[in-house]
C-alpha cells in the first residue's frame, strides 16, 4: 500500500461500503427542519401543498394563496456558507462537482419559478438545526412575513 492510499483510509472512519448506506439513508424530504418549519406554519393558519411534482424542484411547500414556494436547504448539499457547510476531504472532486451541479440546478428551478410568476423562499437548514422553539417560531414570522409581502425572493 502507497502513502496516499494510508492517508484515504485515515480520513475515513467507516468503509466505503458502510458510508454509501449511511449517505442513501438521508432524506431528501420530510426532513426534520421542513417538519419543525410546517408544523409552526400550520399552527399560524397557513395551509400549503407538500413537494408538488408539477413544481420545478418539487418544493417543500407550495402556497397557491400567496403564489409562493419555500424550499428548506440542507447545508451541506446546497452549499450554504455556514459552520455547518464543510467540503469532504474524502473523494473531493466527485463532492465538488455533486454539490456545485446542486448549487447550478437550485439557481435554474428559481429562475423557471419566477419566469412562472411565482415567489420563492430558501430556508438554511442552520437557521432551523439545534434552535429553540422560539427561534423557530422567528423563522415561521419571517416565512409568513414573505407571504403577504410582495418580494419575490428571500434566504432565511
Not at 424530504?29 to 421542513?34: D, S
Not at 397557491?64 to 451541506?76: M, S, W
Not at 473523494?91 to 419566477?114: A, C, H, M, S, T
Request: aromatic share 12%; with cysteine; charged share 30%.
Amino acid at each position: 500500500m502507497n502513502l496516499f492510499k494510508i492517508e484515504l483510509i485515515l480520513l475515513d472512519i467507516v468503509t466505503p461500503k458502510k458510508r454509501s448506506q449511511m449517505m442513501s439513508g438521508i432524506k431528501s424530504k420530510n426532513t426534520r427542519p421542513e417538519i419543525l418549519i410546517r408544523k409552526q406554519l400550520h399552527r399560524m393558519g397557513y395551509r400549503y401543498k407538500l413537494h408538488d411534482k408539477s413544481f420545478p424542484g418539487k418544493p417543500d411547500l407550495v402556497f397557491p394563496k400567496y403564489r409562493a414556494v419555500v424550499f428548506v436547504h440542507g447545508c451541506f448539499w446546497h452549499q450554504h456558507h455556514c459552520h455547518l457547510f464543510k467540503w469532504p476531504k474524502t473523494r473531493p472532486e466527485f463532492w465538488r462537482k455533486k454539490i456545485q451541479g446542486n448549487v447550478i440546478y437550485d439557481e435554474k428551478v428559481k429562475e423557471q419559478l419566477l419566469g412562472m410568476g411565482w415567489r420563492v423562499c430558501v430556508v438554511w437548514e442552520c437557521a432551523v438545526k439545534g434552535k429553540s422553539e422560539d427561534k423557530i417560531k422567528e423563522v415561521a414570522e419571517a416565512i409568513s412575513y414573505f407571504l403577504r409581502e410582495d418580494r419575490l425572493i428571500i434566504d432565511i
